[in-house]
């Protein structure tokens, strides 16, 4: 069962790291672009939420 509160802010960028990976592999398999060209453009979105989460905003325990 799924928790009733809202996502954590960790959650959504786990959530955008997944959806920016697939989406750079969709990018290329449903268009002209090659599979080599859609990878690093998913992981260059992908390191967008990692560079947020790990250097701008790190967890703090609390």
Sequence with gaps: ????DAPTRTDLQLA???VALVSGFLAAVLSSLPIVV???IG??????????GVALNPPTEQ
Excluded: H, Q, R
Aim: charged share 5%.
């Design 1 to 4: 069962m799924l928790p009733a």
């Design 16 to 18: 955008f790291i997944g």
């Design 38 to 40: 859609g990878g690093p």
């Design 43 to 52: 992981s260059l979105l992908a390191s967008v939420a990692v560079v947020d």
